[in-house]
């Protein structure tokens, strides 16, 4: 019997976090500012532990590297996507991701770029992003970083719960207070910050800018992505797609509302699944697993078939092909 892949979270620290994954989602988390839960990591900064199953005890970057066949003998290196809440109690440095190309040459060895999207959870009223910029070309880009212009610089975008955000390589962006999302990306952690409200850290210097590396990196002029996001009704749900090829190489998106039973079959090599509101199960291979809020997990190769039942909203999401 293949089950599903649970996996055990792994909780950051940092200084913009708050504590709302305990008091939302109900996590015993650390003492502190906890910003971040890595919900389905293989990333050597974080990987989650597999809670369950023949696969037990491992981590899940191991378990890649040894245990092809619930992943459907994937070439990649490394597991390539990585899933977050992150807890916004305070605004988020002002920073862009490097592509694939310009992280393999600049960073250590195997770490990816970074495209990356948000579900938000929640935002307070009046809350906002930073997302993109204004300046015409990189000369102008360098010069207003530099003169830390940044009320001329950087662009202020309205968001509330329930929004989906595509955020390419390139993108100068920033969560700010009071938002919460669920953030599927691609298995990174190189940020390049531009600006950080000169906060200091817990040595009471100023943290580290990374200015070259973000002039380097920004797509200039700003693109905002052109989503396609439709819905459509199948069984008891309805299902939205956020993101997907061609818009997105490196995953796809959906969100699925629930109110019954939804019977699905594989789109892609393996799935994962972040139960974010209510509680149901999943039935597969002749057995069914609980599901409540805050529950991840993988759907892998070897389960052809699926059934959720309940009352639940969730965000899955699927690698991209491998080129």
């Known amino acids: 019997m293949t089950e599903p892949i649970f996996l055990e979270p792994v909780f950051h620290e940092k200084i913009w976090g708050g504590r709302k994954l305990e008091t939302e989602f109900g996590y015993k988390i650390p003492d502190g500012k906890i910003g971040e839960l890595w919900a389905i990591s293989a990333h050597p900064n974080g990987p989650d532990v597999i809670a369950n199953g023949p696969l037990k005890g491992k981590t899940l970057d191991v378990a890649w590297k040894e245990d092809q066949e619930y992943f459907g003998h994937q070439q990649a290196k490394v597991f390539p996507l990585l899933t977050k809440i992150l807890d916004a109690n305070d605004s988020l440095s002002v920073q862009v991701h490097p592509d694939d190309a310009y992280a393999a040459a600049h960073e250590r060895p195997g770490e990816l770029g970074k495209t990356e999207c948000w579900y938000v959870i929640s935002a307070e009223p009046g809350s906002y992003l930073i997302y993109g910029h204004h300046a015409k070309t990189r000369e102008e880009l360098a010069d207003m970083i530099h003169k830390g212009e940044w009320d001329k610089l950087l662009r202020k975008v309205p968001v509330k719960t329930g929004d989906f955000v595509y955020v390419p390589s390139g993108t100068i962006h920033a969560l700010n207070k009071g938002i919460m999302v669920l953030e599927t990306q691609q298995s990174s952690d190189t940020t390049y910050r531009l600006y950080d409200y000169d906060r200091v850290g817990k040595d009471g210097k100023k943290r580290e ?4 590396q973000s002039i380097d ?8 992505p ?3 996001i439709t819905s459509e009704k199948k069984d008891d749900a309805t299902i939205t797609t956020f993101v997907t090829a061609p818009i997105s190489k490196f995953f796809s998106v959906y969100k699925i509302d629930l109110d019954g039973k939804l019977t699905q079959t594989p789109t892609a090599p393996y799935t994962l699944v972040s139960v974010l509101a209510g509680e149901g199960t999943i039935e597969a291979d002749g057995a069914s697993y609980p599901l409540k809020k805050g529950t991840h997990f993988i ?3 070897q389960i052809k078939s699926w059934t959720f039942t309940g009352k639940m909203m969730m965000i899955t999401s699927t690698p991209g092909q491998e080129e």
């Open 209 to 212: 800018l990374h200015l070259q």
């Open 217 to 224: 990196t920004t797509t200039v002029p700003s693109q905002d």
């Open 226 to 228: 052109k989503l396609n």
């Open 299 to 301: 759907i892998p190769n």
